[in-house]
């Protein structure tokens, strides 16, 4: 049975220290268990504060990186290196530090990539991309960690309340009209995400308390992204406590 873990940390530094640490612990476990690991990253303040945090590990060491697929939850449909990209912050701050085998960095396409300016193409070629790698028939690979933001408004990857991407059943779709600029997106969908042994769900600050509250006492997904989201195995709420104002006490160890 999944089971949910809600943990508060005294302030952002300390959360990103704690969830680098538990990365590279899950990478290690992973790869001892399967011989490799899968990733998905994210965006945001709080990931690039754990991507320096994750370089400043000694224990990063301990990973054999050429066996680590990267993957994105979602990407802001822009060109290559562009700085608002989630691809841009995530190589700047670690990725281009590590010793990744190039061909399993999975970068979600760009404006500049073979599908130009159109996001549905790019979103069914990043389907195809995670199905080439899935074993046997399957349409996704292991995803043994995947890591999210919350936003204000509770949503997830690019899966906003009450967009039709929330209704999607196709592994990756396209956003458009997304409310946070820029406007055109490529996301995982929901069934997508929820296929990871692990999701960890990663905020920090008072702006994002009615969100995490409302997550965790019942809001429906369509309303709040972030209530719909629930690993294989575990789900992970990792908080700062201004984050954490409106978690009862009694949720903070959720089975």
């Known amino acids: 049975m999944s089971e949910t873990i809600v943990e508060v940390h005294a302030d952002p530094s300390v959360l990103a220290q704690v969830v680098a640490a538990r990365l590279v612990l899950k990478l290690i476990d992973a790869q001892s268990d399967r011989g490799e690991a899968g990733v998905v990253l994210t965006g945001g303040r709080v990931a690039g504060a754990v991507f320096l945090a994750v370089r400043d590990l000694p224990a990063r060491d301990a990973v054999d990186w050429s066996r680590v697929d990267v993957w994105w939850g979602d990407e802001r449909f822009l060109p290559t290196g562009h700085p608002e990209r989630n691809e841009t912050q995530a190589r700047a701050a670690l990725l281009d530090l590590l010793p990744l085998d190039p061909s399993r960095v999975h970068a979600m396409p760009a404006t500049d990539g073979p599908d130009g300016d159109d996001p549905e193409a790019a979103a069914a070629r990043y389907a195809e991309t995670l199905a080439a790698v899935a074993p046997g028939t399957a349409a996704l690979p292991h995803f043994d960690v995947l890591m999210l933001g919350v936003g204000e408004d509770g949503h997830v990857a690019s899966v906003f309340p009450e967009h039709p991407v929330g209704y999607e059943t196709r592994p990756v779709s396209a956003v458009r009209g997304s409310p946070k600029p820029p406007p055109t997106r490529v996301t995982l969908t929901l069934p997508a995400i929820n296929t990871a042994e692990e999701i960890w ?31 294989v195995e575990r789900t992970r709420w990792m908080l700062d406590q201004a984050a954490a104002t409106e978690v009862k006490p009694s949720f903070r160890s959720l089975r």
């Open 201 to 231: 769900l990663v905020a920090a600050g008072a702006d994002k308390a009615k969100a995490v509250g409302m997550a965790l006492t019942g809001a429906g997904a369509l309303q709040l992204p972030a209530a719909g989201v629930h690993g």
